[in-house]
């Protein structure tokens, strides 16, 4: 579903030669989203612990006409076209898709949801988009089966020379250059890594129990096999198909239930979907070392619209309204137990306004600490802390 960094430029060069069903054409949906309008004062209702961001490396600081068939046409940024005055001035931004992507996008009985549509309303309802139109359309009736697929429709213009799309969103962790003509924002999706997914009453319980075990990565993604080769040392590394069967996404619990492999690594994001009513678990959340960082792409081309996307991205980044999306989509009932407070270990109960770095300081003395708290109590995110939440605190 969602491949990394390494494998993309093979992959585009795949899809543009027309072979791009190849291992990828694995999903079949290609039903029509209606578009949605986003409302500037609409914002989803939830109780946060605190504001977002404040574990994050320097956050201390404060309905679209049918879409003509697309052509290739990689100079497509050299059109003139111009996206973000097009947004502007028609109150409509179209989106380049892949469905299902769950959890971040998907149609459900014909409309489009996922954190990325809930993300886009508060993204578009910025002042840097609202100067003409107080709503701006999602016209999201560009949808991909593919994974490179998604950046790949900015490179495409319809008969009439004009782009398909004005941006690509997706769980794309691309760099700028991979597919040619094509950069990204700054990450709207952070702090979260690759986790380790494992039966729930397996003896695999982390890093340490994995060696002579067999380890599976999704085919076709070099930088989780090299992940998971550089730190599972002893392992028995095996790539498996993410293929559905019946229309489902089960190729995880087949995985493991089968006895093919005995744990597998996938990014978590993605996992908390995948995995949510099995019996499976995050064994471990979030990897040592690992990062995951998701982007949204422009034409290069199209600076005044990446220039605005990314200070939108900063503001919705700091806003409450973020942290409950996140806590709406990424909080799993599939977390692996975590062992009670021994020793000279404490439990804390989370109050409204906490934060890891703010526990940390008051209880540890120094708030760089928090990432031991989030390790001691298998969180895939410093965000994602609820009040009322009991987290075991360790040794000062």
């Known amino acids: 579903m969602k491949l990394t960094p390494l ?28 578009a949605e309008a986003v409302d500037a004062a609409a914002a989803p209702a ?5 504001a977002p961001g404040a574990d994050a490396p320097g956050a201390d600081a404060p309905v679209a006409a049918a879409t003509p068939a697309p052509v290739a046409s990689p100079a497509a940024q ?38 990325n549509v809930d993300f886009m309303k508060l993204l578009f309802a910025q002042s840097e988009f609202t100067k003409q139109h107080p709503k701006i359309v999602l016209d999201t009736d560009h949808i991909v089966d593919t994974y490179p697929a998604v950046p790949e429709q ?19 962790t691309f760099a700028d250059g991979d597919q040619p003509g094509v950069v990204y924002t700054v990450p709207y999706v952070s702090d979260f890594g690759y986790s380790l997914i494992t039966a729930a009453n397996s003896s695999v319980r982390g890093v340490s129990d994995l060696a002579g075990k067999k380890v599976g990565v999704l085919q076709g993604d070099p930088d989780a ?32 239930q089968s006895g093919q492999v005995d744990a597998l690594i996938y990014d978590y ?25 998701y982007k949204i792409g422009v034409r290069k081309g199209d600076a005044e619209l990446l220039q605005n996307l990314n200070t939108a991205i900063s503001k919705v980044k700091q806003s409450p309204e973020y942290l409950d999306l996140l806590r709406k989509y990424f909080i799993s009932n599939n977390l692996g137990r975590v062992a009670g407070a021994n020793g000279n270990e404490t439990v804390y109960v989370v109050k409204p306004g906490d934060t890891l770095s703010i526990i940390a300081t008051r209880l540890l003395g120094n708030k760089a600490r928090y990432a031991e708290i989030e390790v001691r109590n298998n969180l895939p995110n410093p965000d994602l802390i609820q009040v009322g939440q009991k987290l075991v605190i360790p040794k000062g």
Not at 154 to 172: C, E, F, Q, Y
Not at 269 to 286: H, M, Q, W, Y
Request: overall charge positive; hydrophobic content about 40%.
């Open 7 to 34: 494998s993309k430029g093979l992959l585009s060069l795949i899809v543009l030669a027309g072979l791009g069903s190849v291992g990828w054409n694995l999903y079949k949906n290609k039903a029509a989203a209606p």
């Open 78 to 115: 050299q059109s003139g076209f111009n996206s973000y005055r097009s947004i502007i001035e028609k109150g409509v931004v179209r989106v380049s898709v892949q469905s299902p992507a769950k959890p971040f996008f998907a149609l459900e009985n014909g409309a489009p949801k996922g954190f």
């Open 269 to 293: 994001p993605f996992g908390v979907a995948e995995i949510a009513g099995t019996d499976l678990v995050f064994a471990v959340a979030k990897l040592p070392q690992s990062d995951v960082r």
């Open 46 to 50: 939830s109780t946060p612990a605190s």
């Open 154 to 172: 900015l490179t495409k213009n319809d008969s009439r020379g004009n782009p398909v799309v004005d941006i690509a969103i997706d769980g794309l």
């Open 225 to 256: 096999r090299a992940y998971a080769q550089q730190n599972f040392r002893g392992a028995q590394i095996v790539e498996l198909s993410d293929a559905s069967t019946n229309g489902e996404r089960d190729w995880i619990k087949r995985a493991i």
